[in-house]
């Protein structure tokens, strides 16, 4: 079941609080965060209901093994967290081993294995050893994720009444620099890495968090940029930022999933795919094939019979 959420912030503003209790939700009013701001516009405002504990009765949080390391990595680098556990095991594959990692998630803790810790040390080391190479090299112009910078928490009202959070890995002091901080199983390439990006929606999210930024005064147009770090040794990291073309076009759509988050959360409805159903059709490249097959230049025209002759 949903746990209850703890009321501590009545106010925008920045605000100190624990891990726990922005998790649950701080805010008197349901709260919108970045991740649901993502279902609504890239999903279904049905998938963020169904994702939101202060909405969802049934809600139950997903704890997956493969989070764990990228969470504790997080943790030790940005030096606040939920906290972790160690589990004296070499590997889940006994019986007590699987037990003692089902009551550290149900503590609220994140569970790690005693080898893990170590690896996620030796990456974080590695982690601020290239993180100081380039700000040696002027790439930076300074360390990110210093511990006053770290995990701070903001609240702001929209317009419209719907009260939004995020909680940011890091904020520079002079509020210049937006760091979102990401681990990496596969690559930490910049030019396959974008691709992922886009698709779970992250420069969508630090959209979400500079518009926050924005509408308390914090920061109007900071440079939001990613530090990317493979799980694997030599735990290389990568910087990739956003540029204003990208982040424009993501402004736009946090403004339509505030938008539809209002009007859903007043109407209590919560819509998922359309009833009426969708039709499936070519593509824009797939019809630019064909014109291109059949000699018929852009403006030309292709009859359904005459498609379904190509294909």
Same mark, same amino acid.
Do not use: N
């Given at each position: 079941m949903a746990q209850g959420a703890v009321t501590t912030i009545t106010e925008p503003g920045e605000h100190s609080v624990s891990k726990k209790q922005y998790e649950l939700d701080p805010v008197p009013s349901v709260s919108?965060?970045?991740?649901?701001a993502w279902m609504m516009v890239n999903q279904t405002p049905a998938h963020a209901f169904w994702n939101c504990p202060r909405l969802n009765p049934e809600y139950v949080r997903e704890e997956k093994r493969?989070?764990?390391?990228?969470t504790a990595a997080h943790e030790m680098l940005l030096g606040k967290g939920r906290g972790y556990k160690i589990i004296k095991a070499p590997d889940y594959k006994t019986k007590a081993a699987q037990m003692a990692r089902r009551t550290v998630y149900a503590t609220g803790l994140t569970p790690l294995l005693e080898h893990e810790e170590k690896d996620i040390q030796a990456m974080v080391r590695a982690i601020r050893r290239q993180l100081q190479d380039m700000v040696d090299a002027g790439t930076l112009d300074a360390m990110p994720f210093q511990k006053n910078e770290t995990e701070r928490c903001i609240v702001w009202r929209e317009d419209n009444g719907v009260m939004c959070r995020s909680s940011l890995d890091g904020l520079d002091v002079a509020g210049e620099v937006l760091s979102e901080f990401k681990t990496e199983a596969e690559s930490?390439?910049?030019?396959?890495?974008?691709w992922k990006a886009r698709k779970l929606g992250y420069p969508f999210k630090a959209a979400f968090y500079c518009r926050g930024l924005s509408?308390?005064? *914090? /920061?109007? %147009?900071?440079?939001?940029?990613?530090?990317?770090a493979e799980k694997k040794p030599p735990y290389l990291v990568s910087l990739v930022r956003i540029d204003?073309?990208?982040?424009?076009?993501?402004?736009?759509?946090v403004t339509e999933a505030i938008r539809l988050w209002g009007r859903?959360?007043?109407?209590?409805?919560?819509?998922?795919?359309s009833i009426t159903g969708y039709e499936m059709t070519l593509s824009e490249r797939e019809r630019?094939?064909?014109y291109a097959s059949e000699g018929i230049g852009n403006n030309g025209h292709l009859?359904?019979?005459? *498609? /379904?002759? %190509?294909l």
């Open positions: 919108l965060r970045a991740s649901l493969h989070f764990d390391f990228g930490a390439d910049p030019s396959q890495w974008q509408k308390l005064g *914090i /920061a109007h %147009s900071p440079t939001a940029q990613f530090i990317v204003d073309e990208l982040m424009m076009k993501e402004m736009h759509r859903c959360l007043a109407s209590g409805r919560w819509p998922g795919y630019q094939a064909i009859s359904s019979d005459d *498609i /379904a002759a %190509s």
